[in-house]
């Protein structure tokens, strides 16, 4: 069975589709051990977070169209609504933990910087001591979700120390971090692009909610990311427009239109420059 989120189109894969193959869990946590070869072919999203944490493990996890190399002692982060696919290979073991929106929310705030900066570097490298720590407390989990009389209390203080250590480790490559800390304006853009996209494609529109004229909202993007403010708008729309032609099988004028384009050409125009293939060779592809 597979649920859709709030546009009616995406079919979204819901945390009961893993309850079988489950090693310990509870409606909204569960445990689940990840060895030997694994294929996701069809790219597909979830409706909750995945923690995955590697210990020696070899092959590639494609998330939001990037490829990442999956290798010993890393944590890879999935949120709602992010893209993936993965071909693991033979020999690789690995640990996971799913976990549904509500319980998240008891210990996101762990997660001590924005989500989209763990949206944008999904993989993290781990020491030798933030392996060891976080195998713990994944094993004091599955222990936890196996007790009869498991607590939820329990389940998300270990949680919340698994987010922190995994804060602690990115921060070394969190590179965009320090820009959006230290401008802020920077980041309100960046949440302001996540909630209008579809709507609002012209800078103006945000450099007005940011009080600024479009011309300095340029200035403070192309002198701190390297890149227009138009382009940030475009690679957040373009980013969906590949999710939907990825997991759907609606049409690229359904597509178009669910993007805020006025019609079918404008879309695949638009896709074409972006992307350097029509909406149909992509999703072909």
């Not at 959006?180 to 709507?199: E, H, T």
Request: some cysteine; proline content about 4%.
């Amino acid at each position: 069975m597979k649920i859709y989120d709030n546009t009616g189109y995406i079919p979204v894969l819901g945390i009961h589709e893993f309850r079988k193959g489950q090693l310990a869990g509870r409606e909204e946590f569960l445990f689940n051990e990840l060895h030997g070869e694994r294929h996701i072919d069809r790219p597909h999203k979830h409706d909750f977070f995945i923690i995955n944490l590697f210990e020696s493990a070899k092959g590639v996890h494609t998330i939001d169209f990037h490829d990442y190399p999956i290798g010993n002692k890393q944590i890879h982060v999935l949120f709602p609504g992010q893209v993936h696919t993965w071909s693991i290979k033979p020999g690789t073991t690995g640990y996971q933990l799913m976990i549904q929106q509500k319980f998240f929310e008891r210990f996101a705030s762990f997660f001590r910087f924005s989500f989209s900066n763990y949206m944008n570097h999904p993989v993290i490298p781990l020491t030798s001591d933030s392996f060891k720590l976080l195998k713990y407390e994944f094993d004091a989990i599955r222990d936890e979700l196996n007790s009869p009389h498991s607590v939820q209390e329990v389940i998300s203080a270990r949680a919340a120390v698994i987010a922190a250590t995994v804060s602690k480790e990115a921060e070394h490559i969190f590179t965009d971090l320090k820009v959006f800390q230290s401008n802020p304006r920077l980041a309100q853009f960046n949440m302001l692009i996540d909630k209008f996209y579809k709507r609002e494609k012209l800078v103006g529109y945000y450099a007005a909610k940011l009080h600024i004229s479009a011309n300095y909202l340029n200035i403070l993007c192309k002198t701190h990311l390297d890149v227009s403010a138009t382009r940030l708008i475009q690679q957040r729309v373009l980013l969906e427009a590949k999710r939907l032609l990825q997991t759907t099988d609606i049409s690229i004028k359904e597509i178009a239109f669910e993007l805020g384009f006025v019609d079918h050409a404008y879309f695949s125009n638009f896709f074409k420059a972006q992307a350097g293939l029509t909406p149909t060779q992509f999703r072909e592809g």
